[in-house]
């Protein structure tokens, strides 16, 4: 007889490379499942650096196997290769059942180029995916085990006190999400100097933590910046409405393309908060237009300008979607995104 109800396998030690949508979305999702069975009927292993034990995290996911009814895998680009398909075999020896939490929306081109890993996530018993286009992408390519699984947030929406503010110029924006060259940071503080040239309308808060590749030109980046751009550090993952709830817009200028459901989005609903987003794979299953957000040709930072002149000139619009913001989180509480998970691990 299994041990445990459910095995988890992903990187959940954010502690040492600190949160990111990743480990922020496992540990989400580990927090409920562990209280939806109860602590001693779940087991969890981690991958924060595999590469380094390889032979070490086999043994711990093959003991997984054999102790656990099911497992559910939260691998990244690199993992995914090994991990899958040692979990998918496995199957055929202890009946386990396998799920995949996909994060991001990176997994359709790879299967396009790994038949390996193609021919595993077919085997899975089901792949819990962030967003209605992503399930597209992957029927494409024969993938058809797939429920829209999308992210969420266990947040307190703010009141309607906060859905009114009386902003004064410069007006505050904001950038929260890993700091990294590819998520766009740059172009917002681009965007911002330009529409400043003439009279200082904007300022800029940036926050999240700074990817360690990209530290020295950030940090030089931020040195040449008039002092209405500023970087404010790292919000607690549970504070992020009580922080965000005093901007204007946060601006989400990606350059991911395959961008999954960015948790930073979700922060914004929970705060009131309208964005303004660079219109990457997904965006429509995210981004209500005109409704919680304004959007924009992808990765332009020209676009990105006059996006921002728009919620400039059309400041009342802007605000109204505060309330719309707030009313969308409806969609994403943790007992609602939930169920999904368990009707599928009921059924199966």
Known sequence: MKKYEIGMCGHFDSSAVGENGQTIRTNNIRKQITKHYGESHVRCISTHQWRKHP????????????????ILLFPNTGSVRVILPLCVFMKNITRIKVYYNVIGGWLPKLLSENKKVLRAVKKTDMLFIQTETMKKQLAEVG??????FPNFKDLKPVGNEDLHPAFSYPLPCCFISRVTERKGVEDAINAIQQINRDEIRLKFDIYGPIDETYKNKFEAVLAACPDYIAYKGVVDNDKTAEVLKNYFVQVFPTHYATEGHPGSLIDSLYAGLPVVASRWNSCDDVVIE?????????ASEEALTEKLLYCLNNQEKINAMRVECVKATARYSPEEIMKIMYRVFDTE
């Open 290 to 298: 005109n409704v919680t957000g304004v959007t924009y040709d992808f």
């Open 143 to 148: 993938v058809l085990n797939t429920v829209v």
């Open 55 to 70: 032979v070490s995290l086999m043994l711990k996911i093959l003991k997984l196997c054999f102790s656990c009814k099911a």
